[in-house]
């Protein structure tokens, strides 16, 4: 059963054309290693024609694993979203309760994440445990090192 998954119109784009890159620029470049390899003789033993066989096999199933993603793929409208409560794509500003530090993150599909930009999956720990809630909520995340308490300061888009 395949997984549906949400992005925005920036992330799904960013996608196709890491996909299109694979299937033009990166499967011909695996064939041309195969039949370089090949012409340099025994292929029994040929240690540089089985290299880039399994490199074309491995490029192959990452194409495949990007088709199946791409296929599931939805784009979220956020200009439909309701803000009073902690979605995908929610700017979320939060309260360490422990320090009193306050971070704020955006919520976005597992492959869109980028820590050092903000961006959280919403399939991480502190991803599930904010969706839901709303502005005035702690969040209580369970963690590695036990659990955090998180409250709610601001939702937006």
Known sequence: MSKVSYYTE???KKLRDELNYLKDVERPKASQAIADARDKGDLSENA???AAK??????EMKISKMEETLANARIIDESQLDTSK???LSKVKIKNQTNS???TYI???ESEAN???GKISVNSPIGKGLLGKSVGDVAEIQVP???MKFEILEISR
């Open 48 to 50: 540089e024609y089985d």
């Open 10 to 12: 920036e992330g799904l």
């Open 54 to 59: 399994e490199a074309q096999g491995m490029l």
């Open 86 to 88: 902690v979605l995908a």
């Open 145 to 147: 090192s036990g659990i």
């Open 115 to 117: 820590l050092a930009a």
């Open 101 to 103: 530090m306050e971070m």
């Open 107 to 109: 919520l976005v599909a």
